[in-house]
């Protein structure tokens, strides 16, 4: 096999690093920008095969990236599921924020179905990589849906998502179950298609309880990893529980995800020492790549000095749209022991 | 010596836990709202030794917690420091925001006596506090308090801070020291005042990367460790670095801190595991007790049982303005082992 992230997440140490960022499609690319603007309506977008396709590979064109994820969004399931979900230009998603009583109409049925767009999104992409190439799939994890579903939009401090999920233990437990079931079904459809790796973006672990976590984080997360085992479907699964600090190490074996892809602030060889054979990912700081130059020489020297073992390099977040392109194939020509060339960024 | 939270930080195991609450004398009590109408302008209210030494002693008078904490505020350094500090009612602390230019112009000397009144109140304080009960004294850590010097306010995410230290690592390492070294010389006068546990808050500690982290926040801390210890004084040191993450384990050790307090994120019985003698603080989560009822009662039960050792009981952030007086005492009276009378939080 010579694809280098399939060998990582098999549990190989591959050197140079496999490399790839978290979106990578998106606004810093202009080719990105020329399709986006043909169809104004973001879910449209997202849920039109021949335009999600075509960003997927854009970045693989580029850049050479080892692994294309799929261009979709984390909020595509509740859409599926009954609720309403639109996104406005300049504020991001918006939903019609759920109340205790709106769990039961919560739909599971058919609602992986509905998204069968993404499946063919997932063949045209495979269809289009070599085997060198990883097509990696995804899915927001429970908690972090249920964040934008009960708040109605993404906010700082998930305050509101907190005290329902403190105030109603019951009924959180069914949102997310009912979130997971649906999940399961929309990736093990991914796999059926061709993604040959699962991502679990837990983008919002921050801040929770031990307690509240274990409920709304591992709970969730477990459930997700053995309904997709259960369906047949072998694919590595990698969990992506973003500031989940210290609870970061018991996600990583009490859900029984294959992979850990971890935020800027973890620091790589600690986690090591903790999970000495499980493959992890990660974590450049996404500021350093928009800021360039030495700065971004220098964390890069870091990231690489911090890992060892299976790993796949990454940002701690995603790409932002003031990265330089210059920059980020910088990166790349680093990563694998190529001269490297940066330039400052943007001045934010 | 009868002094329950000197025990523990000695690293007795006590049990019941002793207790005190970050921001215990603050605007959910009527008492505390009373006294700092008498003086509109905060920081004239902070260096007013009678009314600072009044709202510190009001929280131990109606709760009968273990420990006071000096009413100040962390901002009172730069202030000292020459740089111009206004707290605007609504808004919140705004400095003038620093340039690099700026880091040469902040002067150590004599910033720490400008802070006398500070050293008045400890003393009115102490004089007031029976043997039983412990004076905390504190600062804000370096980092954190540079991040409002340089943003000139606080943000969510601290990027202009952030990309100050990465863009000039040398004259943030120069700005570091000389917080840290007027940081010293305030706690030493602390100490000599009375305070009894010197406590360092590192509020914003959040999302720096390993590297940063080293830089920005264990490197200064651990000067002042050193300082105040080369100034013989030798009452506990305890560090708070608030949303750390796994990288609060290295914190403790490479700070030389006595005490670890942490935030809501932590999972008590993992820090323990590490860190199996430290001298540990926290963590019931704040949103627990503004929320009251069988929420906090649960949230009171999860932290109690996620403890071992020596320990003290806190939240893991401050108490909420619309916090109830009555949790709060049943709070005190469940982790002491008496009847709680937990009542309804205010709907937020």
Known sequence: MTNPILRTLAGETVRPLPIWFMRQAGRHLPEYKAVRATTPDFISF??????????????????????????????????????????????????????????AGLTVEGAAAELSPVYETVRRVRAELDASRTLIGFAGAPWTVATYMIEGRGTPTKEVAKRFAYAHP????????????????????QAQAGAQVLKVFESWAQGLSPSQFEMLVIKPTKRIVEGVRAAGVEVPIMGFPRAAGIKAIAYAGETGVDAL?????????????????????????????????????????GVLESVS???????????APDVQIANVEAVIAHVRGEEARYVPGVVG
Do not use: W
């Not at 019951?170 to 990736?187: C, F, P, R, S």
């Open 170 to 189: 019951k009924e959180i437990g069914v949102m997310l179950d009912k979130l997971a079931d649906a999940t399961i079904e929309y990736l093990v459809g």
């Open 261 to 301: 892809a971890l935020g800027t602030d973890c620091p790589m060889d600690v986690v090591r020492a903790a999970l000495p054979s499980l493959p992890l990912q990660g974590n450049l700081d996404p500021l350093a790549l928009r800021m360039g130059g030495e700065v971004l020489r220098r964390a890069v020297d």
């Open 309 to 319: 073992g299976p790993h796949i390099f990454n940002l701690g977040h995603g790409v």
């Open 46 to 103: 997202c849920l039109n095969p021949e335009k999600a396709a075509e960003v997927t590979l854009q970045p693989i064109r580029r850049y050479g990236m080892d692994a294309a994820i799929l261009f979709a969004d984390i909020l595509l399931i509740p859409g599926a599921m009954g609720r309403k979900v639109e996104f406005i230009k300049g504020t991001g998603p918006v939903l019609e924020p759920m109340a205790v009583e709106d769990v």
